[in-house]
């Protein structure tokens, strides 16, 4: 306790770092105070209908995302989300499309027209998606619960729901640029542990009542979600480390070169990623069996759509694993690496150079993606066990998936960057013993 005040102490006396955490906290109370301001026209009293249908499902996730704000007919209520299908997009735009390639490796100038174009496709997407939302709020509240009707309602709201977004994204980059951590990434992990005090609160209530089992259930289940958080922890942080020796130069009176470097392949290059695509997919089902025209297929999307049953979370699983493979392909380049390490004078001993290197680090990834991907399949289908072991179904939702994965990730990460504050102002750090060696974030791929 006596190291844990001490280390706040130090944070205290930086004044760089002060000022950018002070900073972030009052972003972020700008943004959840944004989230509970609700659409003009709309009555906040009548809103018990989006409430239940944003209880789980796809919905639940997107609800989750935006902190509450999408239930809340909110002017947030579209989040960030669709920056974040826009960067994807554009991410995968740069693997098949040459002038996004070419963008790529222009440096500065090359990062910043990506963005512009990505904020260009954020405004489509919110455009596109934003009447959606309207007809969705229609079909869930009664006539009664719209002030405004009309045209009127619906072009304003469609202006309201993409500038708040488009806000969103304005405060995340000022996260990143003036606070700490990434900006984009601390937004989405607000939005999840907002719902944490309630689902928690919910599942007390429900021990207290004597229908769970009592506290000491609930005791068992926080003990669980230790555990699985430290598992989770390991699969985020662990990884493969390449020795990369490189070649002794002599330029005037001054040697450079000579030294052994590594290269840290990621367990799970692929982050959340593929569960977010397999989630995706595994919606459809949802959606089919309203227009299934046979018994046999009714009971085949009904079977794959049960969160809990075990043909949804095996096909779930199995999916993962190769989207696992699959994002890690696109992401992870051993030829850039191996024509990185020629051009620099570096190579792996025992290794030669050119082909024979990017074999190598090739089948490296391919073996360390494997147990990676089981690992990170058995992570998003924990909150089904968790469900059948008798949590309820928002407090289940922190014992794995692509919540659980996201907090640590994110938390990692930017306690990475206040630690990295302390080491150069010859602090200790946060903890007396190791370094935190958290994830570098940036955009999508911080999830």
Not at 225 to 243: H, Y
């Amino acid at each position: 306790m006596k190291g844990l005040i001490e280390t706040l102490k130090n944070i205290w006396k930086i004044e760089d770092l002060r000022s950018r955490i002070l900073t972030t906290l009052g972003l972020v109370l700008v943004y959840r105070l944004g989230t509970m301001v609700v659409l003009p026209g709309v009555d906040p009293a009548q809103l018990g209908a989006l409430k239940t249908q944003t209880s789980e499902g796809v919905l639940g996730l997107l609800d989750m995302f935006s902190g509450g704000a999408f239930s809340n007919a909110s002017i947030f209520a579209l989040g960030i989300m669709p920056y974040i299908s826009a960067s994807i997009v554009i991410q995968l735009m740069g693997i098949a499309v040459p002038y996004f390639q070419k963008l790529q490796k222009e440096g500065e100038s090359g990062r910043r027209k990506i963005n512009q174009i990505t904020r260009y496709l954020t405004v489509i997407i919110l455009v596109l998606q934003a009447p959606g939302y309207l007809l969705n709020l229609h079909s869930q509240l009664p006539e009664t619960a719209f002030i405004l009707k009309g045209t009127l309602f619906t072009v304003s709201s469609v202006m309201i729901l993409a500038a708040g977004s488009m806000f969103i994204m304005w405060l995340g980059e000022k996260i990143t640029d003036k606070g700490i951590g990434n900006g984009i990434s601390i937004i989405i992990m607000i939005g999840i542990i907002a719902r944490l005090p309630f689902s928690f609160f919910a599942e007390l209530l429900s021990k207290i009542e004597g229908q769970g089992g009592g506290l000491i259930l609930l005791v068992i289940e926080i003990v669980i979600l230790f555990l699985v958080f430290a598992a989770t922890i390991l699969l985020v942080q662990g990884t493969r480390k390449i020795p990369v020796q490189y070649a002794k130069r002599i330029v005037g009176n001054k040697q450079y070169g000579g030294v052994r470097q590594y290269i840290p392949l990621k367990v799970n290059a692929a982050g959340v990623m593929p569960i977010i695509f397999a989630q995706a997919i595994m919606f459809l089902p949802m959606a089919f069996v309203n227009y299934a025209s046979s018994d046999a297929l009714t009971g085949v999307a009904a079977a794959l759509s049960d969160f809990t049953g075990f043909y949804y979370n095996a096909l779930f699983f199995v999916m993962i694993v190769l989207f696992t493979y699959f994002y890690t392909a696109i992401t992870v380049n051993p030829t850039q690496m191996a024509e990185d390490m020629k051009k620099n004078g570096g190579f792996i001993p025992g290794i030669k150079p050119g082909k024979k290197t990017i074999d190598f680090l090739d089948t490296v990834m391919s073996r360390i993606t494997l147990p990676g991907s089981l690992f990170l399949g058995l992570v998003a289908i924990l909150p089904a066990f968790a469900m059948i072991g008798g949590v309820n179904n928002q407090f289940a939702q922190f014992f794995g998936g692509t919540s659980l994965l996201i907090l640590v990730g994110v938390v990692l990460d930017t306690l990475q960057q206040i630690e990295s504050h302390l080491l150069m102002r010859h602090y200790d750090g946060l903890m007396k013993s190791g370094r935190i060696k958290g994830k570098s974030a940036g955009g999508a791929a911080a999830y």
